[in-house]
C-alpha cells in the first residue's frame, strides 16, 4: 500500500476531483489529523478524502514522510531514505521539502549509503520495434537527482544484488546503463546475471559494455604532446559459464568475442557444442 493508502483504489476513483464541499481549511485540517495519525487508512475511508490527499502538496507528503520514518525511534539519515523511497510519493518535489525537515535533525548526510527502491525499476522492459530509450525517460532523471544533490547520502548503486543494472539490461535501457556504470556498478553482482541477461539477447555491444571499461581520457607520452589512449582493465573477466551460455544461444559473435579476443577457455562439453 501506498504510504498514504492511495494504491488499492480503481482507477475510476483516481481521477474523481475534490468536492466542491472541502475548502483550503478543511484540507488543511486533515492534513493535520493524519500528520497526527500517520494512517494508511485513513484517506482511502471515501472517495473526497481520498481525492483530498491524492492533491495534497509537496509539502504534506514530505512531512507525512519525515512522521513515518521517525516513528520507530531516531534512524540515520541512509535508513531514512532507504524506506521513505519505497513510496511512490515520494518524488524529487517531495525529497526537496523533506531535505531541511531532516536536517534540522542534526543528521549525518555523508554517514552511509541508502538503498536505491527496486520499484523505479521493476516496470522497465524493452522498447517494441526499433524505438530506442531516451536520457529524459523515468527512472533516469530522478536518479541523476539522488546521486547528484548534496543535500542527502549517496546511493547505493548496487543495491538489491545489482538489480538496478539488471533490469536496464533487461530492457536495453543504454542511457541508464551507461549511467550506472559511470557510478560504480558491478556487473558481476548475482554471478554476473547483467551479462548473462545480455547473452541470452544475443546483443555483443551490450556484452562488451557490461565487460570493457571505456576510458575517453588520453595521456602525454614523454611530454612530446603526443596522446594516448589509456588501457583500462576489464571490470569483468570472462569466464566459461558465460562462453556456454553464448554457444547454447548459439550467439556466434559473442561466441567468438569470448573465445578469441578475451581468450576464454570452454568446458569440455562446451567444445563438444562448438564442434557441431
Not at 20 to 29: D, N, S, V
Not at 42 to 57: D, E, G, K, N
Not at 222 to 238: A, F, P, Q
Request: glycine share 4%.
Amino acid at each position: 500500500m501506498d504510504v498514504i493508502g492511495l494504491e488499492s483504489l480503481p482507477v475510476e476513483v483516481i481521477i474523481l476531483p475534490p468536492s466542491p464541499g472541502f475548502r483550503t481549511e478543511h484540507h488543511q485540517l486533515l492534513y493535520e489529523v493524519q500528520l497526527h495519525a500517520l494512517s494508511e487508512s485513513f484517506p482511502i475511508t471515501s472517495r473526497h478524502i481520498y481525492a483530498v490527499f491524492q492533491l495534497s502538496p509537496a509539502s504534506f507528503r514530505s512531512q507525512y514522510l519525515s512522521g513515518r520514518a521517525f516513528a520507530r525511534g531516531p534512524q540515520d539519515m541512509a535508513s531514512i531514505f532507504t524506506k521513505i523511497l519505497r513510496y511512490p510519493i515520494c518524488t524529487e518535489e517531495v525529497v526537496e521539502h523533506l531535505v531541511p525537515l531532516l536536517a534540522e535533525r542534526g543528521l549525518d548526510v555523508k554517514a552511509s549509503r541508502f538503498d536505491i527502491p527496486k520499484r523505479l525499476f521493476r516496470s522497465l522492459a524493452p522498447k517494441p520495434g526499433s524505438i530506442r530509450w531516451k536520457e529524459q525517460e523515468p527512472p533516469l532523471l530522478f536518479l541523476q537527482y539522488l546521486f547528484d544533490s548534496p543535500g542527502i547520502p549517496k546511493p547505493n548503486v548496487n543495491s538489491h544484488g545489482g538489480y538496478a543494472l539488471t533490469k536496464a539490461v533487461h530492457a536495453k535501457f543504454i542511457p541508464l546503463i551507461r549511467f550506472l556504470l559511470d557510478y560504480g556498478a558491478e556487473p558481476q553482482c548475482k554471478n554476473c546475471l547483467a551479462i548473462f541477461v545480455a547473452i541470452r539477447q544475443k546483443d555483443l555491444a551490450l556484452v562488451k559494455l557490461l565487460i570493457e571499461r571505456d576510458d575517453s581520457s588520453y595521456t602525454d607520452c614523454l611530454g612530446t604532446g603526443k596522446r594516448k589512449r589509456r588501457k583500462l582493465e576489464d571490470r569483468v573477466v570472462v569466464n566459461s559459464a558465460m562462453l556456454k551460455a553464448a554457444v547454447k544461444c548459439d550467439a556466434r559473435d559473442i561466441v567468438d568475442y569470448m573465445a578469441r579476443e578475451k581468450g576464454c577457455i570452454p568446458y569440455m562439453q562446451t567444445l563438444h557444442m562448438m564442434a557441431k
